[in-house]
């Protein structure tokens, strides 16, 4: 995580079971059968992470029931405005692979997801808007929001649905795969009449493989959840 806000990607991919308490509890291996068992959603992965500093906290969370895991962005959110982290911008999302009463179908969600980040939403009806204002060749970052949102909007199978929380002013956060560094600065010119400069460091998208470089992160999750900083 960076220093001075910064950004946290928690990413839960495993098994997980509905609690009368924390609403959600992530299992792993060596989880027992009891209802204390495994790591709260709420009281000891949302409150943590939102503990850390970090502006921008996203929390996504694949796995059966998960939708129960929205409440946690909730929580989140009000300890972070109780204390704010020294950010201009401070946002809090929930991303989840399906509702509070489903079953999620292993890999659905996260073969999803690896492909957005990879190579962006697909042209079409249904996301002409999104392409041309949130993900446009012009801009070097998306924000979280942008992300979970068109998971939603593009969403395609039957099996389940993904659920979404935000709360707070969303910045960028990931790399964008349809950024085109020549589009740009043609753009740039044009608008403005002199060669493009970078504004700030969040306007260079760093490396050329840097959204590929998340999608391959996501894809090698294996059953137990990661953090990502």
């Known amino acids: 995580m960076q220093q001075g806000g910064g950004s946290l990607v928690l990413l839960w991919s495993g098994h997980a079971v509905r609690s009368p308490v924390d609403g959600l509890r992530l299992l792993t291996r060596d989880s027992g059968d009891y209802d204390d068992d495994g790591l709260g959603v709420c ?3 949302a409150a943590t ?9 996203l929390l996504i969370v694949d796995s059966c029931f998960s939708g129960e895991a929205v409440a946690a962005g909730e929580l989140a959110a009000r300890i972070m405005q109780r204390s704010p982290p020294e950010a201009a911008h401070v946002w809090v999302g929930v991303l989840t692979s399906c509702l509070p009463a489903e079953m999620a179908r292993d890999g659905v969600f996260s073969q999803r997801l690896a492909e957005l980040l990879a190579d962006g939403p697909e042209a079409g009806l249904g996301t002409r808007a999104l392409l041309v204002q949130r993900w446009s060749p012009q801009s070097a970052y998306i924000r979280g929001d942008d992300l979970c949102d068109v998971v939603l909007k593009t969403w395609g199978s039957a099996a389940h649905r993904p659920d979404f929380l ?3 002013s969303a910045w960028w956060m990931f790399p964008n795969p349809r950024y085109d560094r020549a589009r740009r600065s043609r753009w740039w010119s044009t608008c403005c009449g002199r060669p493009a400069a970078a504004p700030g460091r969040m306007s260079s998208p760093g490396s050329p493989g840097a959204a590929r470089r998340w999608a391959r992160w996501w894809a090698g999750c294996g059953p137990v959840g990661r953090a990502c900083m």
């Not at 992470?49 to 906290?57: D, N, T």
């Open 43 to 45: 009281s000891d992965v």
């Open 49 to 57: 992470c939102a503990q850390s500093g970090a502006g921008q906290l």
């Open 166 to 168: 935000s709360r707070g």
